[in-house]
Nanobody, 125 residues
């Protein structure tokens, strides 16, 4: 079974940074795409950042230049480095995995079969 476990969320002031981690088991993260999504109360889940089968990345316009997605294939772990955080970044953040080889990863939730339980990120002063 595929399991994805997120960690690293918390409360941070505007302008601060956090790094989220997603530990994958039963899944070859080195071969398949993975992504981060987020969902704020009362809003739809939205794609934040994705990394493809060969390392290509894709970002939502709202986080470009502030967030960086990366993978450590040896540790089977996905990361999201979030800098210059804004109150509008407040949401539950989810890790997702796609069991198909894709050169260019997308940010459509329907294309990701496996999901973690989420980690809360709150940006507030």
């Amino acid at each position: 079974d595929v399991q994805l476990v997120e960690s690293g969320g918390g409360l941070v002031q505007p302008g601060g940074s956090l790094r989220l981690s997603c530990a994958a088991s039963g899944y070859a993260s080195s071969r398949y795409p993975m992504a981060w999504f987020r969902q704020a109360p009362g809003k739809e889940r939205e794609g934040v950042a994705a990394i493809g089968s060969f390392g290509s990345t894709n970002y939502a316009d709202s986080v470009k230049g502030r967030f960086t997605v990366s993978k450590d294939n040896a540790k089977n772990t996905l990361y999201l480095q979030m800098n210059t955080l804004k109150p509008e970044d407040t949401a539950m953040y989810y890790c997702a995995a796609d069991p198909r080889v894709r050169l260019l990863p997308d940010l459509f939730a329907k294309d990701y079969d496996y999901w973690g339980q989420g980690t809360q990120v709150t940006v507030s002063s």
